[in-house]
């Protein structure tokens, strides 16, 4: 090509793709948005970056990202983040087309979410159908949250059918799967609305990504309710994540879906580098009879308020579940020397489990230092995974392929074509790159100041634009759509007792309660 026909070139960087693990310095020309030219010959182009001494990989994707607003887009592309989806919260089905066109054009990142369990259940079971702030997809559970139906309630089987119509809907305008709190729903979920949720997904081929039943719990529940999710997924032939399994039981949870995967299953695990976590503070797996009676903890030592920087007693835990139970927590739940052996993990993949911080609704230019309120991993994830990767030598290529090839290979597994084009250094791939110091790049965000973003970064590139330079984010709002084809029909089909007794039995007695059944016992 002549010089004029590059839009962008990225000169002498360390050039890494993690799919045919090439590893060497080289020259990237970009045009039209995408890779056309990867050489060790001198490139030149309308717009240059000088990587030398930089990496150069694909930009970073993050399939648990629940601060899908503009400033958290901000947040995370100083942090290297390109593509950012939630798949544990979601978006209500009926909302998912409006909260893609709410994005379109006026985005900095790429973007994507799942349709929402949990919210379906807000839905039916508390009148939350109809409710404005729905469009807001994940963040909108610090509103629906302040009702319990979701999350306790045994639904019938009608109620049951309308939880699974509203999920199919979300699928059907293009979500890339569902997401699923099933943690937060341990009362409410039986093994029978689990299974269905999941067989709903498995029609359309797409994952459920699900915050397992028992998390938090010790190293034998915890394994258990990776266990349901992977069973289910294996009979119904569908794809399933095991989200943040960083916990009690890793190292067996870890196993198991690694030797699924080798025996073809696509089923895939994700870590965060934190040894605390991050909720709302009236998680059922925080009341007393589990967090201290069962678990043995205490909430001196493991609750700490993000925006007073105080721990809770179990005095203040309870009368701030009575005035402001969605308010957010940070939880410490596992060794700290645990946060480097995570990143280790062979086809984990990277995702933050990245929070809202306050105001939720800020501009993406609102000034960084005035947000309060929310984890670290929201706005460091990245630059910790690098940090301890240095730290820890820890191969550069496994950072790279735990940030953002994984992912897309999974994803790209499915179907999904954006994600077939994304997380690789190759030509005709969508030009979403980073160029960083790997002896600078770094986390700023603590736990008392959780919304500092990271630095290093050279140039964030997100369908061939430069977002960020020199850690200062550019007004360029290149970002696309992560999401299937909208359909036309629903897949849809209701739960009945007729249909489970014609299929499953060789005469079932009339009078059988339903399979779907309210106390969740079949």
Same mark, same amino acid.
Request: hydrophobic share 40%.
């Given at each position: ?83 950012? =989806? ?38 039916? *079971? ?35 059918? &309308? ?67 992977? &069973? ?27 030797? *699924? ?14 040894? &605390? ?26 609750? *700490? ?37 995570? *990143? ?163 005469? =079932? ?8 059944? &309210?106390?969740?016992?079949?």
């Amino acid at each position: 090509m002549y010089a004029q026909d590059y839009d962008l070139v990225i000169n002498n960087g360390r050039v890494m793709d993690p799919e045919t693990l090439f590893d060497d310095i080289a020259n990237v020309g970009v045009k039209d948005g995408r890779i056309v030219a990867i050489s060790k010959d001198p490139l030149t182009g309308t717009e240059t970056v000088d990587a030398t001494g930089h990496i150069v990989a694909p930009g970073f994707i993050d399939t648990h990202f629940h601060f899908q607003m503009p400033i958290g887009y901000s947040l995370g592309l100083r942090d290297g983040l390109t593509s950012s =989806m939630d798949f544990e919260m979601g978006c209500a089905g009926s909302y998912v087309a409006a909260w893609y066109e709410a994005r379109a054009g006026v985005t900095q990142a790429n973007y994507g979410c799942a349709v929402s369990h949990e919210f379906a259940r807000a839905m039916i *079971l508390d009148g939350s159908d109809g409710a404005e702030y729905l469009i807001n997809g994940p963040v909108a559970a610090y509103t629906t949250r302040a009702k319990t139906g979701w999350s306790v309630t045994r639904p019938n089987l009608e109620q049951g059918n &309308a939880i699974l119509e509203e999920i199919d809907k979300g699928l059907m305008a293009g979500a890339p799967g569902i997401g699923s709190t099933t943690g937060y729903m341990r009362a409410g979920i039986s093994s029978r609305e689990m299974f269905e949720v999941q067989k709903v997904g498995a029609r359309y081929g797409r994952p459920m990504g699900s915050h397992t039943r028992y998390t938090l719990g010790n190293d034998t529940t915890e394994v258990n309710g990776a266990q349901e999710l992977i &069973a289910n997924a294996i009979a119904l032939g569908a794809p399933a994540i095991v989200l943040h399994f960083n916990n009690p039981g890793w190292r067996v949870t870890h196993e198991l879906i690694s030797g *699924l995967q080798e025996r073809g299953f696509n089923i895939w695990g994700e870590i965060y580098p934190y040894a &605390a976590g991050s909720t709302t503070i009236n998680a059922e797996f925080l009341e007393p009879q589990s967090w201290v009676d069962d678990l043995g903890n205490r909430y001196e030592e493991t609750i *700490l308020d993000p925006v007073t920087n105080e721990y809770y007693t179990l005095e203040t835990y309870k009368a701030t579940i009575a005035s402001e139970p969605t308010r957010p927590v940070v939880v410490f739940k596992m060794p700290a020397e645990d946060q480097a052996k995570w *990143l280790t993990l062979k086809g984990v993949t990277m995702a933050s489990d990245g929070v809202g911080a306050q105001p939720y609704d800020a501009p993406w230019d609102f000034p960084m230092d005035q947000l309060g309120g929310t984890h670290p991993r929201t706005a460091g994830s990245r630059g910790a995974t690098i940090r301890l990767g240095r730290e820890h030598n820890i191969p550069m290529m496994q950072l790279m392929s735990i940030l953002s090839y994984n992912a897309a290979k999974h994803l790209g597994d499915t179907g999904l074509k954006a994600m077939q084009e994304r997380g690789r250094i190759q030509t005709g791939m969508v030009a979403d790159i980073v160029v960083f110091d790997p002896e600078r790049f770094t986390d700023n965000s603590t736990y008392d100041k959780g919304a500092v973003p990271s630095t290093g970064m050279k140039a964030v590139i997100v369908n061939g634009q430069v977002t960020v330079r020199d850690d200062v984010l550019l007004p360029v709002f290149a970002g696309q759509p992560i999401r299937f084809e909208p359909e036309d029909k629903p897949r849809f089909v209701p739960v009945s007792l007729e249909a489970w007794n014609a299929e499953f039995s060789t005469g =079932m007695p009339s009078d059988f309660s339903g399979a779907f059944p &309210a106390d969740g016992s079949n």
